[in-house]
């Protein structure tokens, strides 16, 4: 079940339709609307593998792109240089794009076909979204203030990382619908601009779920694991290639129960819940990455994130 994008702007004949955006209800026929909007709503409560949010075309937010329809082969659609997760949406191709939180609001650009024929685009548009400031204090003020040789740490960490991000493998024609990875609630929402110490740091660029110390973390779909590892802020860690440019990040972990290229199913174990790395108490920071752009993991869920009782 996808839900189109509203801001297309492809000078054809792409357009928001409301269910399954397949154009399949007649408008000729109104005696038969209630029922097959009916149907629709009874696919998506049961599709769980399908329901999908609406699309968020936001800075860290996932675009959701009907593409023209060609061959029975996905067609290749490319993002700011990077080729993007294409899946099918009943007979139709999607392109599923994932948006930085640094990403320009306004015009952007899809390529078709290859990174830079400028002659094969579908333009979008990215509308503004405002996270909300959150302060923390973290006791050990080298994880905020990190020494020269932290910083060669972190810089080496980071190439890591990207590299990870940048992988490419063919994967199912499918975007998967996540299941939660621990049963926790959620302690810090993804996006929000990060003041550790009173000192102004990098937004969060994950969803954080709180769940005591040795609590199993469970992989929320199939995938490979393309690395282990322990980071500096991110502490032990575990990173999953679900294929097409979707990958995912477990972090803070207190055992790592899993190694680089074992092939996980969905609810396998990955390790367990600690708080190696930044952190100030136990919990998951699990973070998602499309196209090289870190997006929201909610976005992903086939269940709404659970929320701390008040
Ligand atoms: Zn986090």
């Given at each position: 079940?996808?839900?189109?994008?509203?801001?297309?702007e492809a000078g054809t004949d792409?357009k928001?339709?409301p269910?399954?955006g397949?154009?399949?209800i007649?408008?000729?026929?109104?005696?038969l609307l209630?029922l097959?909007?009916?149907?629709?709503?009874l696919?998506a409560?049961t599709a769980?593998?399908?329901?999908?949010p609406a699309?968020?075309p936001?800075p860290g937010?996932i675009?959701?792109?009907p593409?023209?329809?060609?061959?029975a082969?996905?067609p290749?659609?490319?993002?700011?240089?990077r080729?993007v997760?294409?899946a099918?949406?009943?007979a139709d191709?999607v392109?599923?794009?994932g948006?930085?939180?640094?990403?320009t609001?306004?015009?952007q650009w899809?390529?078709l076909?290859?990174?830079?024929?400028?002659?094969n685009?579908l333009a979008?548009?990215?509308?503004g979204?405002?996270?909300?400031?959150q302060?923390?204090?973290i006791p050990?003020?080298r994880?905020v203030?990190p020494?020269?040789?932290?910083?060669?740490?972190?810089?080496?960490e980071t190439?890591?990382m990207?590299?990870i991000y940048?992988?490419?493998?063919d994967?199912?024609?499918?975007?998967?619908a996540f299941?939660l990875p621990v049963p926790?609630?959620?302690s810090?929402p993804f996006?929000?601009?990060?003041?550790?110490?009173g000192?102004?740091?990098?937004p969060?660029s994950g969803?954080?779920l709180?769940a005591?110390?040795?609590?199993?973390?469970?992989?929320?779909?199939?995938?490979i694991?393309?690395?282990?590892?322990?980071?500096?802020?991110?502490?032990n860690s575990?990173?999953?290639?679900?294929?097409?440019?979707l990958i995912t990040?477990?972090?803070?972990?207190s055992?790592?129960?899993?190694?680089?290229g074992?092939a996980?199913?969905?609810?396998?174990l990955?390790g367990k819940?600690?708080q190696t790395?930044?952190?100030?108490?136990p919990h998951?920071h699990?973070?998602?990455s499309?196209?090289?752009?870190r997006v929201?993991?909610?976005?992903?869920l086939?269940l709404p994130?659970?929320?701390?009782?008040k």
């Amino acid at each position: 079940m996808w839900n189109s994008i509203t801001s297309l702007e492809a000078g054809t004949d792409l357009k928001s339709v409301p269910c399954t955006g397949r154009g399949q209800i007649s408008q000729s026929v109104p005696g038969l609307l209630p029922l097959l909007l009916l149907l629709c709503l009874l696919t998506a409560a049961t599709a769980h593998a399908r329901e999908l949010p609406a699309t968020a075309p936001v800075p860290g937010g996932i675009a959701f792109i009907p593409l023209p329809a060609t061959s029975a082969e996905p067609p290749r659609a490319y993002y700011a240089g990077r080729r993007v997760l294409v899946a099918r949406d009943g007979a139709d191709w999607v392109a599923v794009v994932g948006l930085s939180l640094d990403t320009t609001v306004g015009k952007q650009w899809l390529y078709l076909g290859r990174p830079d024929d400028r002659a094969n685009t579908l333009a979008f548009t990215v509308q503004g979204k405002e996270y909300p400031t959150q302060s923390l204090t973290i006791p050990d003020r080298r994880k905020v203030e990190p020494l020269a040789e932290d910083l060669k740490r972190i810089q080496a960490e980071t190439a890591h990382m990207n590299a990870i991000y940048a992988r490419w493998q063919d994967g199912p024609p499918d975007l998967p619908a996540f299941d939660l990875p621990v049963p926790g609630v959620q302690s810090s929402p993804f996006g929000f601009k990060r003041i550790f110490n009173g000192l102004p740091r990098k937004p969060h660029s994950g969803l954080d779920l709180a769940a005591p110390a040795g609590t199993p973390v469970h992989a929320p779909a199939d995938g490979i694991v393309a690395d282990t590892g322990d980071y500096f802020f991110n502490g032990n860690s575990v990173f999953l290639d679900h294929g097409q440019g979707l990958i995912t990040l477990y972090c803070h972990l207190s055992e790592i129960d899993v190694r680089a290229g074992q092939a996980v199913k969905r609810g396998d174990l990955l390790g367990k819940v600690g708080q190696t790395g930044r952190a100030t108490g136990p919990h998951l920071h699990w973070g998602v990455s499309l196209n090289g752009a870190r997006v929201d993991p909610a976005l992903l869920l086939n269940l709404p994130v659970p929320q701390a009782s008040k």
